[in-house]
């Protein structure tokens, strides 16, 4: 199979096309950049069971129909979520909204703060090439956030190909304290293809909760990026849930070059018949001591794919390192799949790191115990497989999604159980 | 109440219960007794409609109904509740919500509202109260990390809430202190009444003491091989299994 390539010269052009910033600089070296090294392929051990030629088809065919941002459509934060929204439509934000902020927290544009920009992750040159304009967030030190922020990344794909990038680059300050909500959501049946990458980077003794709640439509596609650095004693307690989607790919990148740091993170992935979900974690341990434990659960329905890789590299040196990763999966169908792979690096010598990985099917004794008990089979399965997820929402950060989280995996779940009785 | 006609049921191509008779009539309570491996679990798995098992030949009518018709869920909603020998840990689904969907699923069937919150913490508590087990337990996985009583009690406690007409307790009295053995009496005296009929699997006369069964049967080989009275219990405990074998082949 011969993997797309990028029309570079009509993605030049588009990249030429964006209003002169002072991201106009990088923008023209990460295209630079993206010109050698090209978009990644199935050859690159990382990228081994996600094929993105299907991302780079849509990109070719939005360029060539002139590479259009569709007009700002409307969008609703989810009800019921108690946060300061700010929302990124088609990866464009009105300025407006920059104003009302909680104490203590500035936002800004990242035209208007940084002068060159790192790219984030593989598929960031071409986040940084196409950006309009990015969100700084910053929070001072000391401050402690009653309420979270909320980033609502909507994207509206009716006529023909869309493509978004968005940026976020959050900062928060020693001794601050703050709890983020991503909202990825998307409307219209035509193809999108969103590519979110998002910095976080944690002061010493800060500490952030951070929740990513992904429900894009079935013709949607996104490539995301995390990348975290932790300070001194910082804590991230971060959790992830992948409901939607066409083509998912995310990358949470945990830099622990700090004693002390604790990193909790994990998420939930429920894949249906024409999905595919990776999720890629990777922990570079430098220093000693921190934490860093992460669990991921995920069900498959139908002819789903799933991909978990999560890698721990516990450098030399960093010792007092406690590193544990666990994934669990619920196969629904015969034909559904998964690739789990756990992978520890360790070069010191006083660490302590586990790791475990297992697939299985539905408890059939469980099944038939509840059905003695006078559910039907698809009560006793709706039970065990929210029972299932629910493990993972119990480990989320953010206390008041609780109920909206459960609704939706709920819902989910009641649309994998039906597609694999069809 | 339950009949139960010359069954032949086998599992994984071998043949368990060999030619199987017993009748059931409501108000009674009979004890089934027998070495281990005779079939016991068996007959239990086969009224409650285990798939794993295959009924050969043979019938089970309950209340006028085919059982062998019926899916398990259909068989609980009718009145049938089976205490297993080795209840099953289902971590994460919530004990309480179980016996909620359990309760409300039976009375869905009946034709009867769904019991509101309320009400039913009220009815639940009251029944731990009488098999004195803590309230904590509502909130756990159900059976998740019980001790090997708790998990039997547990069951005494879905059969008090359920209140079947048929109950089968498959060895629920084995493994018990003295105290649960009495709550599980208990809950077995509560729940007898004309309209009920219980089945009591065991291998112990002194459940028998508490519960005083009308008949007692002892099963070998896939089949019952003799039946009487309680007295029967008592003659067993004292010869062993042996003698009714060597009486039955002889
Ligand atoms: N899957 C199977 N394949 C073959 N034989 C089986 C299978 N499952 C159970 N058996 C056999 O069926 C027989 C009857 O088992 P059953 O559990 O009904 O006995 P029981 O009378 O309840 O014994 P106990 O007193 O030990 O509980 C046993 O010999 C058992 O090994
Ligand atoms: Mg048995």
New interface residues.
């Given amino acids: 199979m011969k993997s797309a390539t990028l029309e570079f010269d009509a993605l030049a052009a588009a990249v030429g096309a964006l209003p002169e910033t002072a991201l106009s600089a990088s923008r023209q070296s990460a295209l630079e950049q993206l010109r050698r090294r090209g978009m990644p392929g199935v050859r690159e051990e990382d990228w081994k069971y996600t094929d993105v030629s299907t991302l780079v088809d849509i990109t070719n065919t939005w360029l060539a129909s002139g590479a259009r941002v569709a007009a700002a459509a409307a969008a609703e934060p989810a009800a019921g979520i108690d946060a300061d929204w700010f929302t990124i439509v088609n990866g464009q934000f009105d300025e407006a909204q920059l104003q009302t902020l909680p104490e203590g927290v500035t936002v800004e544009r990242l035209s208007s703060n940084v002068s060159a920009l790192p790219s984030l992750g593989r598929l960031g040159e071409l986040n940084t090439a196409l950006l309009h304009d990015g969100l700084k967030i910053s929070v001072d030190k000391g401050v402690v956030l009653e309420r979270p922020i909320g980033l609502l990344l909507f994207d509206q794909a009716d006529d023909g190909a869309s493509v978004s990038q968005v940026r976020v680059d959050i900062e928060l300050a020693p001794s601050s304290s703050a709890a983020f909500i991503e909202h990825q959501v998307s409307g219209g049946d035509s193809d999108l293809y969103a590519n979110v990458a998002i910095r976080l980077a944690l002061g010493d003794n800060a500490s952030a909760d951070y929740v990513r709640i992904q429900d894009r439509g079935p013709q949607h596609s996104q490539t995301g990026y995390h990348g975290i650095e932790l300070g001194c004693d910082a804590r991230l307690r971060q959790a992830s849930f992948d409901l939607g989607g066409k083509l998912v790919r995310d990358d949470l990148v945990v830099n622990i070059a700090h004693p002390g740091a604790e990193a909790e993170f994990g998420g939930l992935y429920l894949v249906g018949d024409g999905q595919h979900v990776d999720n890629h974690t990777r922990v570079d341990h430098r220093v000693g001591p921190a934490v860093s434990r992460q669990e991921y659960r995920g069900i498959l329905a139908g002819k789903a794919r799933g991909v978990w890789n999560g890698k721990a590299i516990v450098h030399e040196g960093a010792d007092g390192t406690d590193a544990e990763q666990s994934n669990h999966n619920l196969l629904l169908s015969q034909s559904a799949e998964i690739n789990a792979k756990p992978e520890l690096e360790i070069y010191a010598d006083d660490v302590k790191c586990s790791h475990g990985t297992t697939v299985g099917q539905l408890?059939e004794?469980?099944l038939?115990?509840?059905?003695?008990?006078?559910?039907?089979?698809d009560?006793?399965r709706q039970?065990?497989t929210?029972?299932?997820a629910?493990?993972i929402v119990g480990r989320s950060p953010i206390e008041q999604l609780e109920e909206f989280l459960l609704g939706e995996i709920d819902r989910r779940l009641r649309d994998l159980l039906r597609e694999d009785v069809a | 109440m339950l009949q139960i006609k010359d069954i032949h049921a086998s599992i994984g191509g071998s043949e368990i219960l060999r030619g199987l008779s017993l009748d059931v009539a409501a108000g009674e309570v009979h004890a089934i007794m027998g070495p281990n491996g005779s079939g016991k679990s068996t007959l239990a798995q086969v009224v409650a409609g285990h798939s794993d098992y295959e009924v050969t030949a043979g019938s089970v009518t309950y209340k006028d109904i085919d059982l062998l018709e019926l899916e398990p869920e259909e068989r609980a909603r009718e009145g049938i509740f089976l205490g297993f020998q080795y209840p099953v840990e289902i971590p994460g689904v919530n004990n309480a919500v179980l016996l909620r969907s359990a309760l409300n699923a039976k009375r869905k069937h009946q034709g009867l509202e769904e019991i509101d919150a309320f009400e039913f913490l009220k009815l639940a508590k009251e029944k731990m109260a009488m098999l004195g087990m803590d309230p904590k337990f509502l909130n756990r996985g159900v059976n998740e990390g019980f001790s090997g009583g708790e998990k039997k009690r547990n069951e005494i406690l879905q059969m008090a809430m359920l209140e079947p007409s048929l109950a089968i307790l498959d060895e629920t009295d084995s493994g018990l202190d003295i105290d649960a053995l009495r709550a599980v009496a208990e809950g077995v005296n509560t729940l007898r009444s004309p309209d009920r009929a219980i089945v009591l699997v065991t291998h112990y006369q002194r459940l028998l003491d508490y519960v005083e069964p009308d008949q007692v049967h002892v099963l070998s080989e896939g089949r019952i091989v003799r039946s009487g009275d309680k007295s029967l219990a008592l003659e067993l405990e004292d010869k062993g299994y042996d003698w009714v074998r060597e009486a039955a082949n002889g």
């Fill in positions: 408890d004794n469980a038939y115990y509840l059905r003695t008990r006078g559910l039907d089979i009560e006793a039970a065990l929210r029972a299932f629910h493990a």
